[in-house]
């Protein structure tokens, strides 16, 4: 039986980077669970895994709009460190948690800061990159 939307599937991954860098990976044992179609993860990885089937493996390209999507230079914005909490001390490429209005929480890099503001980066770390997926189907439900 392939998969299609609506079907629960258990998989296991190495996501990689052009240049052969790991930036994620499942465990040995510990398969990720996602059901197709629920939009929890990237789309260019939901449609690599239609048509698969249990047991099946493939290694696909995911360009960057199909990924975390290119990097946008106006998502890299300036606040003031009085919004900050007076023990915060920031240091460059540190990622903090920020919550936007559904409560979801965004990963955000430091880029730079002084005395009166803080620069973070709100693109995902990956925007902008293509990646590349091995992937092998665990289980279908």
Known sequence: ????????VQIEYTGKL????????TEEGEPFQFTV???????????????????????VDIKASDAYG?????????????SLPDDFEPQKGQVLALQDEEGRQIPVSVVDFSDE???V?????????DLIFDIKIVDVE
């Open 1 to 8: 039986m392939s998969i299609s939307e609506g079907d629960t």
């Open 18 to 25: 052009k240049d052969g860098t790991v930036f994620d990976q």
């Open 37 to 59: 179609g629920s939009g929890d993860i990237i789309p260019g990885f939901e449609k690599a895994v239609k048509g698969m089937e249990a047991e099946e493996e493939k290694t």
């Open 70 to 82: 290119e990097r946008d230079e106006s998502r890299v914005q300036q606040y003031s460190r009085e």
């Open 117 to 119: 503001t803080i620069t």
């Open 121 to 129: 980066d709100l693109n995902h770390p990956l925007a902008g990159e």
